[in-house]
């Protein structure tokens, strides 16, 4: 059964969510200077990552799991393309972030910009401005970071999951609005080259409705 498209869309096309009528009240306190440390290191490791491929897991708020092949070419693009029966293809191209699903039938488009993914596919990783950064979280093999955004003033939040030994991007999880959460788990996730542009292009499957003469 193909996931109900609130839930998709809870991963692609919400910018940065959360139950958070008190994040939109109260100003996050400043980041001590080890926290800031933290988060320049996550700049730096998403600003460096070029080409990567690996694996992912998605839960949905529900707690049903799905699973599938992920491919990153910064800036910009990227490909969940999960795995049968699911019928779900999420491409971004860079401009655009497109879901196919071919068991409904279904093939709609969002703005890069307003969708979570921008925050790590920009040309330009910046977590100072028009995102804030409302806490910063170590664990024994690396750090999470919790964010917003900052600049729509939408309600919700994203966190980020990074390893440190070596560094590399591990998880993130986004709540929208409503506290409904989605999180995609990466597993293996490693640097490439090379990558088949056509992997980031993604054609209306549809036939085209005939035209009248």
Known sequence: MSLPRRQLLAMIAAAA???AAAFAATPPPALSAEDQALVDKAVA????LGEAKGRFTQTDARGAMTSGELFLKRPGKARFAYDPPAGLLVVSDGGRVIVSDSRLNTFTAYPLGATPLSLFLAKTIRLDRGVQVTRVTRAADGFSITARDGKRE???????TFHDR???LAAWTVTDAQGNTTQVRLNGLQATSGL?????????????PATQG
């Open 17 to 19: 969510l959360a139950p």
């Open 45 to 48: 490791y998403l600003q460096g």
């Open 154 to 160: 939408t309600a919700g939040q994203i966190v980020l």
């Open 166 to 168: 070596p560094m590399s």
């Open 196 to 208: 088949d542009p056509a992997l980031f292009v993604l054609k209306d499957p549809r036939p085209k």
